[in-house]
């Protein structure tokens, strides 16, 4: 499913398309193609704007995540902690952490300036969503269980992680 992102400027889109391997940049409302850049090895799933305005990130098949830096659109960093393809990306209320979902069992949280990885938080499975609090470090996402031949039916999850929870 290609994933639509409104700049914060609210006169361009970011548009993911997984069946290619590039970000695209159009203008809103003509749609006008601005820029596109190659982005992943197997497939573009997921895009977060820093709330900075600084950073594009974007998640891949490939289990890399990239930030881009918007002032000239070249990679400024890869974030390769990620086990499993990528499901979802979000930048914390002030910038300076990266939530990635994947197809695995957890969430890696990332210091955006260094790409390190900080803490992996384990989930019941896949997470299909992660979102921050918007003026705390405080993440919710959300997941279904796999269908088991024989087991139980697909349950539907949400969990909170961050100080005090």
Known sequence: MPVVTFNHAGDGLIVTPPAEHTLRAVAYPSLNLVYATPAHVGGCVASALDPRGRYLASGGYDTIVNLFDLSDWI???????????????????????????????YID???????????????????????????????AYCGQTKIREGGPPPAAWISLFGPGM
């Open 75 to 105: 990679c400024a960093r890869t974030i390769t902690s990620c086990d499993h393809s990528i499901t979802a990306i979000n930048f914390s209320h002030d910038g300076e952490f990266l939530a990635i979902a994947s197809q695995g069992s």
């Open 109 to 139: 949280i990332c210091a955006v300036e260094t790409g390190q990885p900080m803490h992996r938080v384990p989930t019941l499975g896949p997470s299909a969503a992660v979102q921050w609090h918007p003026s705390r470090y405080i993440i």
